[in-house]
């Protein structure tokens, strides 16, 4: 029987793994892929170009679902990890199922930094890193005359560029 092997982060770098372990080892193990975000694994970088109006959202997905499927993967979208028992060999998600697992890669990215300033959990107060951010960023742009952006490194540059654009 072949080994259980899950993944926790539904990203660039679980997706590329996959890609890795089906041509050096398909079949060794029973893939499951376990990310929070609600969709199939999609290309991060061009978030901005989405924001921006230049891509469309579903056209920044990595994989379509039946490359996963082909490679015997078991995707569950939509669903955070909270818990891990290691030794048990199991973890837990959200909604309290239990999943055993052989294996285990923590392939869970990272979070933007929020400012320590009163006021940043106000509504309104946004972050960019997923495509979450983006809905609320473009829903912003087109209910708000002034939207200020801090933070002035590459991911400002662009959030910027897009919601002028927006
Ligand atoms: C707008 C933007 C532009 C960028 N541009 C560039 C660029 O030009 N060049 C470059 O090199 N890099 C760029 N980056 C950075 C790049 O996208 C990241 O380095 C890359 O996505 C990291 O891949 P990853 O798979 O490690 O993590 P991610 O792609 O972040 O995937 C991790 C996933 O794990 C999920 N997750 C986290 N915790 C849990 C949990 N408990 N349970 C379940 N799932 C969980 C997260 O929600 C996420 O979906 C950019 C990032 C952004 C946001």
New binding site residues.
């Given amino acids: 029987m072949s080994e259980s092997l899950v993944i ?7 997706a590329r793994l996959v890609d890795e372990l089906a041509k050096v080892a398909l079949g060794r193990y029973a893939i499951a892929v ?4 609600p969709r199939l694994a999609y290309n ?2 061009l ?2 170009s989405v924001l921006a109006g230049e891509t469309a959202s579903h056209e920044i997905e990595l994989r379509p679902a039946n490359w996963w499927r082909d490679r015997g993967v078991t995707l569950k979208y939509g ?4 818990e891990i028992d290691v030794g048990r060999r199991e973890l837990k998600i959200a909604n309290e199922e239990s999943v055993d697992f052989s294996r285990l890669v923590l ?4 979070s933007p930094l929020r400012l320590n300033v009163p006021g940043v959990d106000l509504a309104g107060v946004n972050t ?3 495509s979450r951010d983006v809905d609320l960023l473009l829903t912003l742009a087109a209910a708000k005359k002034r939207v200020v952006v801090v933070g002035g490194g ?2 400002g540059l ?1 959030a910027a560029y897009g919601l002028a654009k927006a």
């Avoid at 392939?107 to 990272?110: E, R, V």
């Fill in positions: 926790v982060g539904n990203g660039m770098a679980a376990i990310g929070d975000e991060r970088v978030l901005s669903s955070a990890v909270e392939a869970t990215g990272s960019f890193r997923d590459l991911l662009e």
